[in-house]
C-alpha cells in the first residue's frame, strides 16, 4: 500500500515538470499587461508642444485618494502654456496615496491626463513617489517647442485645439487689447 502511495506522489511530481511553469523570474522578465491596464500617469501635449492640461482641478476633485494636487495660473498673450484661459502651474500626483482607480482620467475635460502601463513605481523614498508636473509631462513631439508660446505663434498655426465648430478661442494681443478697451469703454458709459 506504502508502495502505492509512494508512486502516485512520483507520478503527480513528474507531471508537473513537464508542465511549463507559470511563473516568471521578474523583474529580468517583464509580462505584457493588459490592454487597458492603470499605470502612471501622464500628462500629454497638443503636437506642437503646448500642454493639454488647463489647470482647471477636476481631476484632484475627483480623486476619492486625495492624491493629487493642482495649481493653476492664467496664461497671458506673451506666455501661454495651454490653448486655454489656464494652465497648470504646478501640478503633483502622491503615488503613496493614489489607488489607480482612473477617477482622475475620467473627470479630465480636455484628455491632459492618461494611464500608461508602466507599473515599477517602488522606490526607497518616499519623496520621489510624489511626482510633479516635469516628470509627469510626455516628451516634446518632434518639430514642436517648448512652451511658452505667444498668441500670435498660435494663431498664426491654425490649428483647432479641441474640434468642432466653436474652435479654439485663441486671442491675439491686438484682440484682446481691443476687447478690453471696448469693455472699459461700456463700464464707463
Known amino acids: 500500500m506504502a508502495v502505492v ?24 522578465q517583464k509580462r505584457p499587461t493588459a490592454p487597458r491596464f492603470h499605470g502612471r500617469h501622464v500628462l500629454n501635449r497638443y503636437q506642437d508642444g503646448l500642454e493639454k492640461c488647463i489647470g482647471c482641478e477636476l481631476c484632484a476633485w475627483a480623486c476619492p485618494a486625495d492624491a493629487i494636487y493642482v495649481q493653476g495660473a492664467d496664461n497671458t498673450p506673451e506666455a501661454r502654456f495651454s490653448p486655454g ?3 497648470a502651474i504646478d501640478y503633483q500626483i502622491n503615488y503613496l496615496r493614489c489607488i489607480f482607480c482612473g477617477l482622475c482620467i475620467e473627470a479630465c475635460p480636455t484628455r491632459a491626463l492618461t494611464m500608461s502601463n508602466e507599473y515599477e513605481l517602488a522606490d526607497d523614498s518616499r519623496e520621489t513617489l510624489i511626482f510633479t508636473k516635469e ?38 494681443s491686438a484682440d484682446r487689447a481691443e476687447r478690453e478697451d471696448e469693455s472699459s469703454h461700456i463700464q464707463h458709459h
Request: net charge neutral; glycine share 10%; charged share 20%.
Open 5 to 28: 502511495e509512494l508512486l502516485r506522489g512520483f507520478f503527480v511530481t513528474a507531471k508537473h515538470m513537464l508542465k511549463r511553469p507559470v511563473t516568471t523570474q521578474y523583474p529580468e
Open 85 to 87: 484661459e489656464r494652465f
Open 135 to 172: 516628470q509627469l509631462l510626455s516628451s516634446l513631439p518632434s518639430g514642436a517647442t517648448l512652451p511658452p508660446h505667444t498668441d500670435e505663434e498660435i494663431a498664426a498655426r491654425g490649428i483647432n485645439y479641441y474640434g468642432g465648430f466653436a474652435g479654439t478661442p485663441v486671442l491675439t
